[in-house]
């Protein structure tokens, strides 16, 4: 056990993993979790910088557990993972040693239940988007004075939008997932991918006729761009920035591009209102309710899903409004009328 290391560098050392692990939603969650618990231990006399990392005790979650309870119980619940975690990674890299069946008493006596909430989707209106970028042809470049390179660029924006949107509606891909794909990932005559997750696990992501198509039109006339690049074209991004900032390189689009794809796509085929309502987590629970709707087969939504536990896969298995309403009128409608008293 290493005495000279402090609660403050072993935060660091914890945060650097997380942020080559996990997500940046993840890691920015999780560093805001580890200041909270720096700041607590301050208010209880522990100075994080000075304080070696030996000397934290498992009460520490005890009081992180109080002072979370003026939060929601959302919130309450990850600040305890991070805090959870952070323990845990003491453990693993020997850098203290922690009772690790205490910490989760405690958070299992301390910390209260989330209620189950249902994923809430427009359906309807991430269908009319689907069918908005999947009938509107792509403009065309049209020759021009200082306009030919801005029109070429407006279309492969076009024509990467439409096979982002697809893909992310018949993949169940996360936005993270799916900026990160290169060319070199898809499989193209089995219509798959394989994604390398959290500790090396494979993933296998499968692709639809159509979102298939949709790549490769938009790979196509992105063709030039690739060949110029000078490197391998499975190397690339399979989703490549079109801005001014790019310019001729093959850069990939980041998380906040896929958002503001969505956003963009959203306005132009529901009008400003829908904008919010659709994001592109959205399109995620719209492939797994898709999947269920079909088939009815929860294990096969777990599995297409990538869901970790079948749990969170029964969240999307509830009867729509229509459903219920059809339901309804089928049992009480058909029954015979009786007269009024």
């Not at 990932?185 to 159509?210: C, H, M, P, T, Y």
Request: aromatic share 8%.
């Amino acid at each position: 056990m290493n005495e000279t290391i402090t609660i403050q560098t072993a935060i660091q050392k914890y945060l650097e993993m997380i942020e080559t692990a996990r997500s940046k939603n993840t890691y920015d969650t999780y560093r805001y979790a580890m200041q909270a618990f720096v700041n607590l231990l301050a208010d209880n006399k522990m100075d994080a910088a000075q304080t070696p990392v030996s000397a934290l005790r498992e009460d520490a979650v005890g009081w992180f557990a109080a002072w979370l309870k003026g939060h929601a119980p959302a919130t309450e619940q990850l600040y305890l993972q991070a805090a959870m975690g952070f323990y845990k990674f003491l453990a693993a890299e020997k850098l203290a040693s922690p009772t690790l069946p205490r910490l989760e008493q405690l958070i299992r006596m301390r910390a209260r239940k989330t209620g189950q909430r249902l994923p809430q989707f427009p359906r309807e209106d991430i269908e009319r988007v689907l069918t908005y970028v999947s009938a509107s042809p792509a403009p065309l470049p049209s020759p021009g004075e200082g306009r030919q390179g801005e029109a070429e660029a407006e279309q492969l924006r076009w024509l990467r939008d439409r096979a982002f949107l697809l893909t992310l509606a018949d993949t169940g891909l996360r936005v993270h997932e799916a900026c990160k794909l290169r060319r070199g990932d898809i499989d193209w005559n089995e219509g798959r991918a394989i994604l390398i997750g959290k500790g090396d696990k494979q993933d296998v992501v499968r692709f639809s006729s159509r979102s298939l198509r949709a790549l490769k039109e938009y790979l196509s006339a992105r063709a030039a761009l690739d060949g110029a690049s000078g490197r391998p074209l499975p190397s690339l991004p399979l989703f490549a920035r079109h801005d001014k900032g790019a310019g001729k390189k093959v850069k990939p689009v980041t998380t906040a591009t896929g958002r503001n794809i969505v956003e963009e796509r959203v306005r132009q085929a529901l009008g400003e209102d829908a904008v919010g309502r659709i994001t592109p987590h959205s399109f995620r629970h719209y492939f797994v309710t898709t999947v269920l709707r079909a088939s009815g087969n929860l294990k096969l939504a777990q599995a297409l899903a990538r869901h970790a536990s079948i749990a969170v896969t029964q969240r999307y298995a509830h009867l729509s409004d229509d459903e219920l309403d059809r339901g309804y009128h089928e049992i009480f409608e058909r029954a015979s009328p009786t007269t009024a008293d």
